[in-house]
Each structure stands twice: as C-alpha cells, then as structure tokens.
C-alpha cells in the first residue's frame, strides 16, 4: 500500500528531535560547522544530513514570526529524479511503499542534469554517490514508523496510507484554516509528503516553479 506523510507545520515547534532521530536511526555523522549563524542548524541539507527543519522570517498581519518546514525528499508521485537517472534501476520506486529509492548505484556523474524540483539529493565529495531521506523503509517494512515521524512530540507528523493521510490533511487543513486563514496544503497531488502550510508559501521562501511544483526559490 503507498504510504505518505503528512508534515503539519502548525504543530511544528523546531525542536529538531526529527533532525536527530534520522542521524541516529541511519548511523549519519553530525556536521562540523565553525561558526553557528543561525537557530537553522545545519544550514543545509546535505549527504549526511537528510532532514532538516528549515526557518524563515516572515511579516504576516503585521507581526514577525518565524515559519518552520522540515524539508525532505518528497518521495514524488512520478519522480523527475527517476526520469533524469541515465543507469537503469539506479533510482526506483518501491513497489509496497511507492518509497523513491535512490541505490549505492546513484551517482552524481552519471546524470546529465539530476531533476529534483525540490533541491534534495546532495552528493558525497569522496564517493560521488548521492543521498537523501529513504522512507527509513527498512523500518516502514517491519511495521515501524519512520525515526523522524515517530521521535516528533507534538504530532507535526504523521505517516500512514497515502489515502488515510490525504483524508487527515483534507481534515486538518480545514480546522488549521479557521486560525491561520492562508493555510493550504503543496502538491498534495504529486508527492507523498504532503505539507500543510499555515501562511502563503511566498512567505516561507517558495515560489511555484515552471514544472508547477512549489519550491524553495
Ligand atoms: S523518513 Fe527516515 S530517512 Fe527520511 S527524513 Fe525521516 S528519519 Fe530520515
Ligand atoms: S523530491 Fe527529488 S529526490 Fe525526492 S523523489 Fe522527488 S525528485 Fe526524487
């Protein structure tokens, strides 16, 4: 059955137990950063680190407040990625899960222009190979949830059946809409990550891109 996640940024308050929870469960060094600028820490994703809870400032009705969106692999439906990988097999869509994997065998110069509408593969400078968020599939497939959804305190995450989570996000969108009356779901349609944004994603630092995906610009 394809799963899903939804990322209800409501309920985020940026604690990061998510960001930790992923190097933990997938063995990922911390990053050595020389000088911390910013409460966003790390500043980037990168190949070992696959998640990461991205901060914004914003004025909306005339206050200051900060966005929070934890970024990740959107797991598409028809993956750009997968379209642009030139080996075979390189880059597959697991069949249970519908889980966008990217295998030992993905390496950046074998594209001719890695199509990740969401920015997220980064490459190894040793190795070459590029990597990001699996699904933690190898959970997924012993009836575990993924380490991030399940570290998460406030419940900003979920993660279940793709239909089930569509219903919650449908469901939720509607009660989060009565606060925060710019509230939308991004892409709900084309990705199996499926954020809910409490303001305009102008004001998180995302613009709709001409493939029609909403992103970080
Ligand atoms: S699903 Fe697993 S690999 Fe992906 S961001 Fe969450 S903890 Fe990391
Ligand atoms: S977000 Fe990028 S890396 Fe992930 S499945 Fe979509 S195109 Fe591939």
Redesign the pocket.
């Known amino acids: 059955m394809a799963k899903a996640y939804l990322v209800d940024t409501s309920r985020c308050m940026a604690c990061k137990a998510c960001q930790v929870a992923c190097k933990q469960w997938n063995g990922l060094p911390a990053e050595k950063i020389d000088k911390v600028e910013s409460p966003q820490n790390p500043p980037d994703l990168s190949a070992i680190t696959w998640t990461l809870v991205r901060m914004k400032e914003a004025v909306s009705s005339g206050k200051v407040r900060l966005l929070f969106f934890k970024d990740q ?4 439906i028809d ?4 379209m642009s990988a030139v080996i075979p097999g390189s ?1 597959y869509r697991d069949e249970e899960t519908e889980a ?1 994997i ?1 295998t030992k065998r993905t390496r950046y110069e074998d594209f001719e222009d890695i ?7 980064r490459e190894d400078p040793k190795t070459g190979r590029l990597f ?2 699996t699904m933690c599939i190898d959970r997924v497939k012993n009836d575990m949830l993924p380490a991030c959804v399940q570290a998460c305190p406030t419940g900003a995450m979920q993660f279940d059946d793709r239909e089930e989570i569509l219903k919650m996000a449908r469901e939720r969108l509607d009660k989060v809409k009565a606060i925060h009356k710019n509230a939308s779901l991004v892409d709900a349609d084309e ?1 199996s990550v499926i954020y809910l944004l409490i303001e305009d994603a102008e004001l998180y630092g995302m613009i709709r891109n001409p493939m029609g995906k909403t992103v970080f610009a």
């Open positions: 692999c959107r797991h598409c993956p750009p990625c997968q880059i966008v990217h199509m990740c509408p969401y920015d997220i593969p990001k968020c990705v």
